[in-house]
Protein backbone atom coordinates (compact mmCIF):
# COMPACT_ATOMS: atom_id res chain seq x y z
CA UNK A 1 0.00 0.00 0.00
CA UNK A 2 1.06 3.52 -0.73
CA UNK A 3 0.36 6.66 1.39
CA UNK A 4 -2.85 8.21 0.62
CA UNK A 5 -4.02 11.99 0.95
CA UNK A 6 -5.46 12.29 4.19
CA UNK A 7 -7.84 15.11 2.80
CA UNK A 8 -9.34 12.69 0.37
CA UNK A 9 -9.72 9.46 3.01
CA UNK A 10 -13.10 10.09 3.17
CA UNK A 11 -14.01 9.16 -0.23
CA UNK A 12 -12.63 5.78 0.60
CA UNK A 13 -15.66 5.87 3.04
CA UNK A 14 -18.73 7.91 1.50
CA UNK A 15 -19.85 5.65 -1.15
CA UNK A 16 -21.43 3.28 1.38
CA UNK A 17 -18.96 0.67 0.75
CA UNK A 18 -19.20 -2.75 3.36
CA UNK A 19 -15.85 -2.38 5.07
CA UNK A 20 -13.22 -5.08 7.30
CA UNK A 21 -11.95 -3.21 10.56
CA UNK A 22 -9.13 -4.74 12.29
CA UNK A 23 -8.18 -4.39 15.58
CA UNK A 24 -5.37 -5.17 17.67
CA UNK A 25 -4.34 -4.78 21.65
CA UNK A 26 -1.59 -7.00 23.07
CA UNK A 27 -0.70 -10.15 21.28
CA UNK A 28 -4.84 -10.43 19.82
CA UNK A 29 -5.64 -8.93 16.75
CA UNK A 30 -8.99 -9.31 14.79
CA UNK A 31 -10.84 -8.56 11.74
CA UNK A 32 -14.60 -7.79 11.19
CA UNK A 33 -17.43 -7.13 8.32
CA UNK A 34 -18.71 -3.76 9.03
CA UNK A 35 -21.24 -1.94 7.09
CA UNK A 36 -22.65 0.70 9.66
CA UNK A 37 -19.78 3.56 9.32
CA UNK A 38 -20.18 7.06 8.13
CA UNK A 39 -18.17 10.11 6.99
CA UNK A 40 -18.60 12.86 10.07
CA UNK A 41 -16.21 15.57 8.52
CA UNK A 42 -13.43 16.46 6.33
CA UNK A 43 -10.18 16.43 9.18
CA UNK A 44 -11.17 13.17 8.19
CA UNK A 45 -13.55 11.93 11.17
CA UNK A 46 -15.21 8.42 10.94
CA UNK A 47 -18.25 7.53 12.89
CA UNK A 48 -19.21 3.59 13.54
CA UNK A 49 -21.95 1.28 15.11
CA UNK A 50 -20.85 -2.09 16.61
CA UNK A 51 -21.18 -3.59 19.98
CA UNK A 52 -19.45 -5.70 22.81
CA UNK A 53 -21.36 -9.09 20.55
CA UNK A 54 -18.15 -8.62 18.60
CA UNK A 55 -14.42 -9.83 19.83
CA UNK A 56 -13.47 -6.96 17.60
CA UNK A 57 -14.81 -4.41 20.00
CA UNK A 58 -13.38 -5.30 22.86
CA UNK A 59 -9.62 -5.12 20.90
CA UNK A 60 -11.06 -1.61 19.97
CA UNK A 61 -11.59 -0.39 23.69
CA UNK A 62 -8.16 -2.09 24.62
CA UNK A 63 -6.41 -1.09 21.87
CA UNK A 64 -7.71 2.25 20.82
CA UNK A 65 -7.19 2.07 17.40
CA UNK A 66 -8.43 0.53 14.05
CA UNK A 67 -7.53 0.20 10.52
CA UNK A 68 -10.98 0.59 8.10
CA UNK A 69 -10.27 -1.34 4.79
CA UNK A 70 -12.59 -1.45 1.41
CA UNK A 71 -12.41 -4.48 0.16
CA UNK A 72 -12.62 -4.86 -3.58
CA UNK A 73 -15.60 -6.45 -5.51
CA UNK A 74 -13.94 -10.25 -5.88
CA UNK A 75 -13.46 -10.07 -2.24
CA UNK A 76 -17.03 -10.88 -1.42
CA UNK A 77 -17.27 -14.22 -0.37
CA UNK A 78 -14.07 -13.69 2.12
CA UNK A 79 -16.08 -10.19 3.57
CA UNK A 80 -19.07 -12.63 4.19
CA UNK A 81 -16.82 -15.39 5.79
CA UNK A 82 -15.41 -13.04 7.97
CA UNK A 83 -18.62 -11.48 9.19
CA UNK A 84 -19.80 -15.17 9.93
CA UNK A 85 -17.41 -16.01 12.90
CA UNK A 86 -16.22 -14.70 15.64
CA UNK A 87 -12.16 -13.80 16.33
CA UNK A 88 -12.11 -14.51 19.89
CA UNK A 89 -10.66 -18.25 19.05
CA UNK A 90 -9.92 -17.85 15.55
CA UNK A 91 -7.01 -15.95 13.86
CA UNK A 92 -9.22 -14.77 10.69
CA UNK A 93 -6.48 -13.43 9.28
CA UNK A 94 -4.87 -17.20 8.92
CA UNK A 95 -7.96 -18.60 8.44
CA UNK A 96 -8.94 -16.31 5.31
CA UNK A 97 -5.36 -16.12 3.90
CA UNK A 98 -5.61 -12.07 4.45
CA UNK A 99 -2.49 -10.31 3.58
CA UNK A 100 -1.27 -7.20 6.04
CA UNK A 101 1.36 -5.08 6.56
CA UNK A 102 2.56 -2.71 8.86
CA UNK A 103 1.21 0.64 9.39
CA UNK A 104 1.37 3.26 11.78
CA UNK A 105 -0.95 1.53 14.82
CA UNK A 106 -1.26 -1.98 16.13
CA UNK A 107 -3.99 -2.93 13.86
CA UNK A 108 -2.62 -3.85 10.49
CA UNK A 109 -3.61 -2.94 7.10
CA UNK A 110 -5.19 -5.14 4.52
CA UNK A 111 -2.47 -5.01 1.65
CA UNK A 112 -5.12 -6.45 -1.11
CA UNK A 113 -7.41 -4.08 -0.35
CA UNK A 114 -8.67 -0.69 -2.32
CA UNK A 115 -8.03 1.42 0.40
CA UNK A 116 -7.43 1.46 4.11
CA UNK A 117 -7.75 4.19 6.66
CA UNK A 118 -5.56 4.21 10.23
CA UNK A 119 -8.32 5.40 12.84
CA UNK A 120 -7.79 6.61 16.57
CA UNK A 121 -10.66 6.29 18.78
CA UNK A 122 -12.08 9.44 20.18
CA UNK A 123 -14.95 8.70 21.72
CA UNK A 124 -17.42 5.61 22.95
CA UNK A 125 -21.18 6.46 22.90
CA UNK A 126 -23.55 4.52 25.09
CA UNK A 127 -25.12 4.62 21.98
CA UNK A 128 -22.51 2.26 20.15
CA UNK A 129 -21.19 4.69 18.06
CA UNK A 130 -17.66 4.85 18.32
CA UNK A 131 -16.31 8.25 16.41
CA UNK A 132 -13.41 7.85 15.10
CA UNK A 133 -9.93 10.54 13.95
CA UNK A 134 -8.49 9.20 10.82
CA UNK A 135 -4.51 9.85 10.91
CA UNK A 136 -3.07 7.87 7.77
CA UNK A 137 -4.64 6.51 4.77
CA UNK A 138 -2.83 4.26 1.85
CA UNK A 139 -4.13 3.30 -1.25
CA UNK A 140 -3.22 0.20 -3.61
CA UNK A 141 -2.62 1.53 -6.82
CA UNK A 142 -3.73 -1.63 -8.43
CA UNK A 143 -7.25 -2.09 -6.77
CA UNK A 144 -7.64 1.81 -6.77
CA UNK A 145 -10.33 1.64 -9.65
CA UNK A 146 -11.76 -1.88 -8.47
CA UNK A 147 -15.27 -1.61 -7.54
CA UNK A 148 -16.49 -1.52 -4.26
CA UNK A 149 -19.01 -3.53 -2.57
CA UNK A 150 -22.53 -2.77 -0.62
CA UNK A 151 -24.49 -4.95 1.49
CA UNK A 152 -28.02 -4.98 1.28
CA UNK A 153 -28.60 -6.32 4.62
CA UNK A 154 -31.14 -9.01 3.96
CA UNK A 155 -27.86 -11.36 2.29
CA UNK A 156 -28.51 -9.18 -0.79
CA UNK A 157 -24.94 -7.29 -2.03
CA UNK A 158 -24.56 -4.84 -4.88
CA UNK A 159 -21.32 -4.06 -6.54
CA UNK A 160 -20.43 -0.57 -8.01
CA UNK A 161 -21.66 0.11 -11.43
CA UNK A 162 -21.15 2.87 -13.36
CA UNK A 163 -19.71 5.71 -12.79
CA UNK A 164 -19.74 9.39 -14.02
CA UNK A 165 -17.91 12.44 -12.95
CA UNK A 166 -20.42 15.76 -12.11
CA UNK A 167 -17.17 17.56 -10.81
CA UNK A 168 -17.47 20.89 -12.74
CA UNK A 169 -21.39 21.09 -11.30
CA UNK A 170 -19.93 20.69 -7.97
CA UNK A 171 -16.32 22.52 -7.97
CA UNK A 172 -17.62 25.27 -5.48
CA UNK A 173 -18.98 22.48 -2.48
CA UNK A 174 -15.77 20.41 -2.69
CA UNK A 175 -13.63 20.93 -0.18
CA UNK A 176 -9.65 22.21 -0.57
CA UNK A 177 -7.45 19.53 -1.68
CA UNK A 178 -10.14 17.30 -2.99
CA UNK B 1 -45.79 5.20 -1.68
CA UNK B 2 -46.90 2.04 0.23
CA UNK B 3 -46.13 0.76 3.42
CA UNK B 4 -42.98 -1.04 4.14
CA UNK B 5 -41.47 -3.41 6.87
CA UNK B 6 -39.89 -1.41 9.56
CA UNK B 7 -38.24 -4.10 10.00
CA UNK B 8 -36.73 -4.55 7.06
CA UNK B 9 -36.44 -0.46 6.87
CA UNK B 10 -32.65 -0.61 7.51
CA UNK B 11 -32.16 -2.35 4.13
CA UNK B 12 -32.81 1.41 2.48
CA UNK B 13 -29.62 2.33 4.08
CA UNK B 14 -27.39 0.18 4.95
CA UNK B 15 -26.39 -0.15 1.19
CA UNK B 16 -25.05 3.42 1.37
CA UNK B 17 -26.85 5.43 -1.03
CA UNK B 18 -27.36 9.03 -1.25
CA UNK B 19 -30.50 10.09 0.61
CA UNK B 20 -32.64 12.99 0.65
CA UNK B 21 -33.57 14.22 3.76
CA UNK B 22 -37.04 15.98 4.28
CA UNK B 23 -37.62 18.49 7.40
CA UNK B 24 -40.28 20.68 7.86
CA UNK B 25 -41.52 23.38 10.75
CA UNK B 26 -44.11 25.61 10.93
CA UNK B 27 -45.33 27.09 7.62
CA UNK B 28 -41.49 25.87 6.43
CA UNK B 29 -39.83 23.07 4.75
CA UNK B 30 -36.59 21.98 3.16
CA UNK B 31 -34.82 18.87 1.16
CA UNK B 32 -31.21 18.29 1.07
CA UNK B 33 -28.39 16.12 -0.01
CA UNK B 34 -27.44 13.64 2.56
CA UNK B 35 -24.42 11.03 2.39
CA UNK B 36 -23.29 10.74 5.60
CA UNK B 37 -25.71 8.26 7.23
CA UNK B 38 -25.38 5.10 8.97
CA UNK B 39 -27.74 2.12 10.72
CA UNK B 40 -27.15 2.32 14.54
CA UNK B 41 -29.39 -1.08 15.03
CA UNK B 42 -32.23 -2.83 13.47
CA UNK B 43 -35.28 -1.11 16.05
CA UNK B 44 -34.33 0.68 13.26
CA UNK B 45 -32.40 3.74 14.76
CA UNK B 46 -29.76 5.96 12.30
CA UNK B 47 -27.49 8.05 12.86
CA UNK B 48 -26.80 11.48 10.47
CA UNK B 49 -24.08 13.97 10.37
CA UNK B 50 -24.66 17.45 9.49
CA UNK B 51 -24.47 20.50 11.18
CA UNK B 52 -26.20 24.27 11.58
CA UNK B 53 -24.37 25.38 7.93
CA UNK B 54 -27.59 23.92 6.44
CA UNK B 55 -31.18 25.60 6.46
CA UNK B 56 -32.89 21.87 7.20
CA UNK B 57 -30.76 21.59 10.48
CA UNK B 58 -32.81 24.67 11.87
CA UNK B 59 -35.98 22.52 10.34
CA UNK B 60 -34.52 19.69 12.25
CA UNK B 61 -34.02 21.06 15.55
CA UNK B 62 -37.47 22.63 15.56
CA UNK B 63 -39.46 20.22 13.59
CA UNK B 64 -38.01 17.24 15.51
CA UNK B 65 -38.71 14.66 12.26
CA UNK B 66 -37.55 14.14 9.41
CA UNK B 67 -37.68 11.87 6.15
CA UNK B 68 -34.79 9.97 4.86
CA UNK B 69 -35.67 8.93 0.65
CA UNK B 70 -33.66 6.71 -1.29
CA UNK B 71 -33.35 8.60 -4.87
CA UNK B 72 -32.93 5.99 -7.96
CA UNK B 73 -30.23 6.57 -10.19
CA UNK B 74 -31.83 8.50 -12.80
CA UNK B 75 -32.11 11.80 -10.27
CA UNK B 76 -28.76 12.03 -10.52
CA UNK B 77 -29.00 15.69 -11.62
CA UNK B 78 -31.88 16.38 -9.78
CA UNK B 79 -30.11 15.33 -6.09
CA UNK B 80 -26.49 17.28 -7.18
CA UNK B 81 -28.52 19.94 -7.95
CA UNK B 82 -30.44 20.07 -4.24
CA UNK B 83 -27.52 19.71 -2.68
CA UNK B 84 -26.02 22.68 -4.36
CA UNK B 85 -28.71 25.66 -3.18
CA UNK B 86 -29.82 26.18 0.12
CA UNK B 87 -33.80 26.51 1.49
CA UNK B 88 -33.62 29.52 3.41
CA UNK B 89 -34.93 31.13 0.32
CA UNK B 90 -36.49 28.87 -2.01
CA UNK B 91 -38.77 26.50 -1.80
CA UNK B 92 -36.42 23.05 -3.42
CA UNK B 93 -39.29 21.30 -3.58
CA UNK B 94 -41.50 23.92 -6.07
CA UNK B 95 -37.78 24.78 -7.45
CA UNK B 96 -36.77 21.35 -8.60
CA UNK B 97 -40.53 19.93 -8.98
CA UNK B 98 -40.52 17.31 -6.44
CA UNK B 99 -43.77 15.66 -6.12
CA UNK B 100 -44.50 15.19 -2.22
CA UNK B 101 -46.97 12.96 -0.18
CA UNK B 102 -47.79 13.26 3.43
CA UNK B 103 -46.63 10.62 5.78
CA UNK B 104 -47.13 10.57 9.32
CA UNK B 105 -44.98 13.44 10.37
CA UNK B 106 -45.13 16.96 8.82
CA UNK B 107 -41.90 16.20 6.36
CA UNK B 108 -43.12 15.24 3.07
CA UNK B 109 -42.34 11.53 1.77
CA UNK B 110 -41.01 11.76 -1.71
CA UNK B 111 -43.34 10.22 -4.17
CA UNK B 112 -40.19 8.88 -6.97
CA UNK B 113 -38.15 7.60 -4.23
CA UNK B 114 -37.18 4.42 -4.33
CA UNK B 115 -38.34 4.41 -0.46
CA UNK B 116 -38.74 6.34 2.73
CA UNK B 117 -38.11 6.17 6.23
CA UNK B 118 -40.00 9.10 8.59
CA UNK B 119 -37.45 9.39 11.73
CA UNK B 120 -37.83 10.96 15.29
CA UNK B 121 -34.84 12.70 16.47
CA UNK B 122 -33.54 10.70 19.77
CA UNK B 123 -30.43 13.01 20.29
CA UNK B 124 -28.13 15.60 18.79
CA UNK B 125 -24.52 15.16 19.89
CA UNK B 126 -22.14 17.89 20.36
CA UNK B 127 -20.17 16.28 17.41
CA UNK B 128 -22.87 16.71 14.46
CA UNK B 129 -24.22 13.76 14.54
CA UNK B 130 -27.82 13.17 15.13
CA UNK B 131 -29.32 10.05 15.90
CA UNK B 132 -32.80 8.91 14.63
CA UNK B 133 -35.41 6.30 15.44
CA UNK B 134 -37.11 4.77 12.00
CA UNK B 135 -40.99 5.38 13.06
CA UNK B 136 -42.40 4.31 9.68
CA UNK B 137 -40.90 3.36 6.28
CA UNK B 138 -42.36 3.44 2.95
CA UNK B 139 -41.75 1.76 -0.81
CA UNK B 140 -42.41 2.84 -3.94
CA UNK B 141 -43.56 -0.57 -5.68
CA UNK B 142 -42.55 1.06 -8.99
CA UNK B 143 -38.99 2.15 -8.22
CA UNK B 144 -38.21 -0.71 -5.64
CA UNK B 145 -35.58 -2.56 -8.13
CA UNK B 146 -33.72 0.68 -9.59
CA UNK B 147 -30.16 1.10 -8.86
CA UNK B 148 -29.06 3.62 -5.70
CA UNK B 149 -26.69 6.19 -6.35
CA UNK B 150 -23.51 6.59 -4.02
CA UNK B 151 -21.41 9.58 -3.60
CA UNK B 152 -17.40 9.39 -4.01
CA UNK B 153 -17.24 12.73 -1.93
CA UNK B 154 -15.33 14.33 -4.77
CA UNK B 155 -17.93 15.30 -7.62
CA UNK B 156 -17.92 11.45 -8.61
CA UNK B 157 -20.69 9.17 -8.36
CA UNK B 158 -21.41 5.78 -8.80
CA UNK B 159 -24.41 3.70 -9.39
CA UNK B 160 -25.55 -0.06 -8.32
CA UNK B 161 -24.29 -2.45 -10.71
CA UNK B 162 -24.59 -6.44 -10.20
CA UNK B 163 -26.70 -7.52 -7.47
CA UNK B 164 -26.17 -11.39 -5.93
CA UNK B 165 -27.83 -13.10 -3.34
CA UNK B 166 -25.36 -14.66 -0.74
CA UNK B 167 -28.56 -15.21 1.70
CA UNK B 168 -27.91 -19.14 2.23
CA UNK B 169 -24.41 -18.31 3.40
CA UNK B 170 -25.90 -15.87 5.67
CA UNK B 171 -28.64 -17.07 7.36
CA UNK B 172 -28.30 -17.33 11.02
CA UNK B 173 -27.01 -14.06 11.18
CA UNK B 174 -29.94 -12.16 9.93
CA UNK B 175 -31.99 -10.70 11.84
CA UNK B 176 -35.70 -11.57 12.49
CA UNK B 177 -38.46 -10.93 10.28
CA UNK B 178 -35.56 -9.91 7.29
Known amino acids: MEPFSLQKAFTLIEPGPVLLMTTASGMKRD ?56 GAETDKFARFDLETEQGRYAPPLLTGCIGCIEC ?20 NPQKADSPRIHAVGDGRFVTDG ?15 GV
Open 120 to 139: RVLRFFEEGIVLLQGEQAWL
Open 162 to 176: AAADYRSLMAEKLPE
Open 31 to 86: VMTLTWHMVVDFSPRFAISTGPWNFSWRLLKAGGTCVLAVPPADWIRKVIAVGMIS
